[in-house]
């Protein structure tokens, strides 16, 4: 392991310590575990953070990749997801929940803390094993409908998956606008930033009301109340405050819910194909909402249990203090508290300002050599060295304000009609895409998260436009081409 690369269309932003150790180091390992077990054409990666800043380094494979053996679980996804991994995912999660660290003593803390570490581990590698063959099984059926078509249009067998494959989602954010519409607190998430729109509505009878409807909605079992921008563990869950929900409802507010569109015509030749991909195909996005959202949320409440104990024994000034620790340095505090927990956590929130100032650095070790990665991967990763026209993922052309997104805080100053300049976007962010005129990102293909939601919305989108963000000053009005990939600052 000599090279570390970052990776700007996963990890834009800092990790906390212990957010990397747990999470991020378990991303790496189950993405290792499950190319194991399927027999991957690539090994994964292990992990690693630097002032904050995520580093991946890459894993060649221990054992032959079987191509067959890839191809059958990718077609096979639909059905395991349904008998394997669904169920078990949904399992870890209410064990996670039902785990109480403040109660025990030391040891069977530290037991809870081991059986926290399998969970998540075993949950991510589930993770994985879903989302690599659902990406496979795109290039299958992209393989075959260019064998029997030809490659004029590069996007035409994805929009047939993701016209079948789509689950937007929205009728219940429509919903939610409707109602506020009716009750007239409207007015209320109009004008008044989120933390402000919720104290506001507490204080009226209808605004609790909607409150009640809104809390419906973010029930922990459905998958929405774990939404947030991205995968760090400190920040709060939609559930704790829906900041990306109000701001969703906000923009729905003076827009129609959008026509049902028809299903897809599948050409005959590809129609048996057609029913396995796209049930795979569609897990692409929808297993957030069974593994990513409820599993962190999970995930976040044990470590947050753990630091409630730390904070009651007097090792740790506050609960929120729990994510300067690494994972190891966790588990020691539980059986053996030491006194110097507290100079640690400042010294490392020293170190994530020192990271901040710095910026990440463009790799650690060895300079990169030139390799070229699987075909799946360079469509959800994008290749890298893009210019500023980036690559056309959903065609269409879009000309409206320029939004430049580079945290939650910024949500509240998209409005219907602009066009989102962003580093990326997860899919916490696919309610806020229906009142977009256009989307450009600096990272990702043309199987990025970012482009597959755009197609869906048919919302004009660029993707891995490097130095969008800086390039394009936002409140400038831009025109966006999404079939060949131009950007216009006009």
């Known amino acids: ?243 990306l929900t109000l701001e969703a409802v906000r923009l729905r507010l003076d827009r129609e819910p959008p026509p049902v569109l028809p299903p897809p015509h599948v050409p005959e030749p590809l129609a048996e194909l057609f029913s396995p991909v796209a049930a795979a195909y569609r897990l692409k996005e929808t297993h957030s909402y069974h593994i990513d959202y409820p599993g962190l949320l999970a995930t976040r409440d044990v470590l947050r249990a753990f630091g409630r104990r730390l904070a009651a024994e007097g090792l740790v000034a506050d609960v929120d203090d729990v994510w300067m620790l690494e994972r190891t340095e966790l588990r020691e505090a539980l059986v053996a508290p030491g006194r110097g927990l507290r100079a640690l956590v400042v010294a490392r929130r020293a170190e994530l300002e020192q990271g901040l100032r710095d910026g990440p650095k463009p790799y650690l070790g060895d300079p990169p050599a030139e390799t070229e990665r699987h075909l799946a991967l360079e469509k959800f990763y994008g290749s890298a060295g893009a210019s500023l026209a980036g690559a056309g993922a959903s065609p269409g052309i879009g000309e409206g304000i320029a939004r430049v997104v580079s945290s939650i805080g910024d949500f509240g100053r998209v409005e219907p009609g602009d066009v989102l300049v962003a580093a990326t976007t997860t899919p916490a962010w696919t309610p806020l895409f229906d009142s977009l005129a256009a989307l450009v990102t600096e990272t990702g293909g043309i199987l990025s998260h970012a482009a597959i939601v755009a197609r869906e919305y048919g919302i004009p989108a660029v993707v891995g436009a490097a130095g969008a963000m800086s390039a394009i000053p936002d409140g400038a009005r831009v025109r966006v081409d999404g079939a060949t990939g131009e950007i216009t600052i006009l």
Request: hydrophobic residues 40%; negative net charge.
């Open 1 to 243: 392991m000599t090279t570390w690369l970052p990776d700007p269309s996963h990890y834009p932003e800092q990790m906390t310590p212990l957010s990397a150790t747990v999470w991020f180091e378990a991303l790496g390992n189950g993405l290792h575990e499950a190319m194991r077990e399927l027999r991957g054409p690539f090994g994964g990666f292990r992990s690693r953070t630097d002032l904050g800043w995520a580093y991946e380094c890459v894993l060649p494979p221990e054992w032959e990749h079987e191509p067959e053996g890839v191809r059958a679980a990718a077609l096979a996804l639909g059905e395991t997801w349904e008998e394997r991994y669904r169920p078990r995912v949904w399992e870890i999660t209410r064990e996670l929940w039902d785990q109480r660290p403040e109660l025990p003593a030391p040891p069977e803390a530290a037991a809870l803390f081991d059986r926290m570490w399998e969970l998540v581990q075993e949950q991510w590698t589930i993770h994985f094993l879903t989302v690599v063959p659902a990406q496979i099984a795109a290039e299958i059926f992209n393989d075959r409908y260019v064998e029997l078509f030809g490659a004029g249009d590069p996007l035409a067998p994805y929009r047939l998956l993701e016209r079948a494959a789509a689950e937007r989602g929205d009728d219940e954010i429509d919903q939610l606008a409707g109602r506020a519409r009716e009750l007239r607190v409207d007015h209320l998430l109009r004008e008044h930033a989120p933390e402000h729109a919720l104290a506001r509505l507490a204080e009226l009878a209808s605004g609790r009301v909607w409150l009640d409807e809104l809390r419906a909605y973010l029930h922990p079992l459905g998958g929405a109340a774990g939404r947030v921008r991205w995968h760090e563990l400190s920040l709060p869950r939609e559930i704790e405050f829906p900041a």
